[in-house]
């Protein structure tokens, strides 16, 4: 039985290949950005109902304090993205690329193409929702309420938003994708992989007397532009290419 990964593909043709794939997969998951929007609508209303607060007496003046955020809206959209890059990079969906896909590369370059469009998709929302957040607040609160904080966003922090965002959508999308080449060969080493995910993303981890921190923190830290692009383009193009190591030699179809 012929491996898939021995078709070739001669190389003025190779780029037309994965842009067809490209096109076949965005096209053939469509409905994928419907479910984006109604995951942000979800995070919206759930958003407009918490809050966090303070609050001062004293015998002449009280003030409350109420401070409302839009960060709800990324963590979902984030949330989907994972469910998203996790669903390309399992095996059912690798097991279904068998009639489609002439070779493993042609299959990760298409799938990589996806999950950054999905990465530039969420970025953009995530970021415009936020402002349709402000905008619902701003009608729903009485007069008065809405002081501090309000409805002026400069374009370039709008920009300057999307775009962040979307390098932090690329880099989860590209760590996910990562632990699911893994899981191929062993769900057991998939799961730890996902443990550390989490731990070392989002948790303070301490090792005997070794405190590994955030590692998160190695990227959100960052002050300068630059380096933190730099950063995410280098992790995005190590874990991506590990990815295509990983199955290089594995068929598509078991």
């Not at 002081?147 to 938003?161: A, S, V």
């Not at 590692?215 to 960052?222: G, H, I, P, S």
Request: hydrophobic share 50%.
């Amino acid at each position: 039985m012929m491996s898939i990964n021995e078709v070739k593909t001669e190389p003025s043709t190779l780029s037309q290949v994965i842009l067809k794939q490209y096109g076949y997969k965005l096209k053939g998951h469509s409905g994928l950005i419907y479910s984006l929007i109604i995951v942000q609508l979800l995070a919206i209303l759930l958003s407009l109902g918490s809050s966090s607060g303070m609050s001062s007496n004293s015998d002449l003046i009280s003030i409350a304090v109420r401070t409302y955020t839009g960060d709800i809206l990324l963590i979902f959209s984030l949330l989907w993205l994972m469910v998203v890059a996790s669903l390309l990079g399992s095996q059912p969906y690798r097991s279904m690329e068998f009639s489609v896909v002439n070779n493993r590369l042609v299959s990760h370059a298409s799938n990589i193409l996806l999950l950054v469009t999905y990465a530039v998709y969420a970025g953009v929302t995530s970021t415009l929702a936020v402002i349709i957040h402000r905008l619902i607040l701003s009608t729903t609160l009485k007069e008065g309420e809405f002081l501090f904080g309000g409805l002026q966003i400069i374009p370039q922090d709008l920009l300057l938003g999307i775009f962040v965002a979307t390098l932090y959508f690329i880099l989860v999308a590209a760590t996910v994708y990562l632990i699911q080449s893994f899981s191929l060969h062993s769900k057991g080493l998939g799961i730890i992989l996902w443990i550390c995910f989490f731990a070392f993303g989002f948790g303070t981890v301490r090792i005997f007397d070794f405190n590994l921190g955030k590692v998160l923190e190695f990227y959100a830290a960052e002050t300068s532009l630059g380096v933190f692009v730099l950063k995410v383009f280098c992790t995005a193009v190590l874990f991506f290419g590990s990815s295509m190591l990983i199955t290089k030699g594995m068929e598509a179809k078991r």
